[in-house]
């Protein structure tokens, strides 16, 4: 269970993998990757337009690519320069906020991103079972069997993550041509049925008359139902995540990946594109062609509106060959789904120290993932309905955090006319992602439940991992090691001492006091060193040490980091190594609570510094003997 911990990373190129060593795929391949959770909700999107919509249906899909084309485009295009390592719009957001209140923002952005994949995972798997149930040959022996059904393909698609796969962009490709194909064909069907009959078009037009009067008040009504419409936005935050697999120029440096930006932008400027044709020629042949009653729950258009018309007006052996099409996307889909869950979370929890050890290993993971899928299933009894409302919510929070995003980068880089457009945009998809939640609250209160789920987690892994040694790297500049030097065949003793004026009392003080709490002989010299706390929440670091003579007498080291105790325990065993003798520091106790010192020194990385810096070095170095002497008067 526990062996290759990393295999997955390198079998699969999931949405949010980091960049791999070989050359990476021409852009229109990788599309074909994201087009698995992109192009797939053709599988249900007219359907649920239609139930939404009504007969306004094709309108409110012309809102609904308007703000694609002219919203999202142009705001993930900015994305993918802003952000071109596939880091995306969380990481542009994280860069905007330090300390404890930009972990827990990014930690709310994860909660919501885990609702989207999660849900494409669960809602791909239970419209791939609505295809199924009602394929005209398999209806009477699957019928009634939708949760069941649904919980298979989860957990197959487990088992595929739990043996690992590989060419995932070769199939992708596949994939996603044979199903675009198929769909032209149905779409060229339905508008040759359109434009054959003639009536169908007036009798819209007649029923739209009749029930919302005039053009204007369609227009509104449409602007009112399209946050209902707002799966056909999905896919854009999977695009620039997947930037690191885009092969770029010859000439392309990490900072400066200038192929690799074009290439992402032809993406998703081609993808949408593509969508948005689909998208309004689906709504007008589904909505025209298919009965109404059907389209509503256990009907046979629900779910499948466009299986429905390939069987309709294509023969069954036609419809069995698209079912087979849409199923195989949309399973892969969640497939697509569950390795962006797997590259997500390690991208940011680790970095905070909130990732469990055994999140490290994919498979107890991905174990834990398919777990969640069942439950989600179950709770929403595999109904593709019920579950659009939680799938747009992840959608909607996403694409409003980019939005926010490049609207801050355009004002920081003084773009005002991109500020200015942005922030219309922004405000756009904020209203949208408002009406959705107040109108299906579903989507908030699964959010919410991952959202608490992944707090609550890392903060017990913090907790837990509180006394790890968690220094990447020990740096020491020249007059610091040169300190050190001078201990090569004599143990050195620090005085650790919290920094206040640095003027010449505060160390003569601080060394009179030490000497006579520790009963250290005058011959005896010492060497001061502080930290400076810059950003507690931060876990892992690299330290710099500087040294300095402060005073012409007091030789001071001085580190920063976001834990005192932390960075003196890695600083005192760089010295051990460095000098092959057992280091001593000497501390005075801090007066207080000790449970309030403790709560200081995690949230803070301050507190009562001495029994913290000990249990460090207790768990860094087992063998007493080797293990720096610490002290306290």
Known sequence: MLEGLSDMAKQHPGPHMEAPAEKGARWWRVMCLTGLDYFSTLGYQPGIAALAAGLLSPIATVVLVLVTLFGALPVYRRV???????????????????????????????????????????????????????????????????????????????????????????????????????????????????????????????????????????????????????????????????????????????????????????????????????????????????????????????????????????????????????????????????????????????????????????????????????????????????????YATGVLVLISSAAVAVTIAAHKAGERHWTVTFAVIAAVFLYTTAVNIAERPDGVKIGACFIAGIVLVSFLSRLKRAFELRVTDVVLDSVAERFVRDYLHRPLRLIANEPNNRDLAEYRDKLHQIRRDNDIPAEDDLVFVEVTVLDPSDFEA??????????????????????????????????????????HIYFEWTEGNPFAQFLRFFLFGQGEIAPVTREVLREAEPDRSRRPAVHVG
């Open 80 to 390: 993918a320069v802003e952000s071109p390592h596939g880091q995306g719009s969380i990481a542009m957001l994280e860069r905007l906020l330090s300390f404890w209140q930009g972990k827990l923002f990014v930690l709310t952005l994860l909660g919501f991103a885990a609702t989207d994949f999660m849900i494409t995972i669960t809602l791909s798997a239970a419209d791939a079972t609505a295809h199924l149930i009602e394929n005209p040959h398999l209806h009477s022996a699957l019928s009634g069997k939708q949760v069941l059904l649904t919980l298979i393909l989860v957990a197959l698609l487990g088992a595929v993550f739990l043996k690992g796969f590989s060419e995932a962009i070769g199939l992708a490709v596949v994939l996603v041509v044979v199903y675009l194909a198929l769909n032209v064909v149905v779409v060229a069907n339905g508008l040759w049925h359109v434009f054959k009959e003639p009536h169908l078009f007036g009798d819209w037009t007649d029923g739209l008359t009749a029930e919302h009067g005039n053009a204007l008040a369609m227009i509104g009504v449409a602007l009112i139902v399209f946050p209902k419409l707002a799966l056909g936005l999905s896919g854009f935050e999977t695009g620039v995540a997947v930037m690191p697999l885009i092969e770029g120029d010859p000439d392309d440096t990490e900072e400066r990946p200038t192929g690799r930006i074009r290439g992402a932008r032809h993406l998703l400027t081609t993808a949408a594109v593509i969508m948005s044709i689909f998208l309004i020629t689906t709504s007008v042949i589904t909505t025209l062609l298919i009965p109404k009653d059907a389209f509503k729950s256990g009907g046979p258009a629900n779910g499948r509106a466009l299986a429905y018309l390939a069987h309709e007006n294509l023969g069954s052996t036609f419809g069995s060959v698209y079912d087979l099409s849409t199923i195989a996307i949309l399973w892969f889909a969640g497939a697509s789904a569950m390795a962006g869950l797997l590259n997500l979370m390690p991208r940011y929890l680790p970095r905070y120290g909130m990732a469990p050890h055994w999140a490290r290993a994919v498979r107890p993971t991905v174990i834990v993932l398919t777990l969640i899928a069942f439950l989600v299933t179950w709770i929403f009894d595999a109904n593709v309905d019920s579950q659009g409302g939680a």
């Open 542 to 583: 690299e330290l710099t040490v500087r040294g300095e003579v402060l005073h012409d007498r007091y030789r001071v080291l001085s580190l920063q980091s976001s834990s005192v105790p932390n960075a003196l325990a890695a600083l005192l065993l760089r010295v051990r190594d460095l000098t092959g003798q057992q280091p």
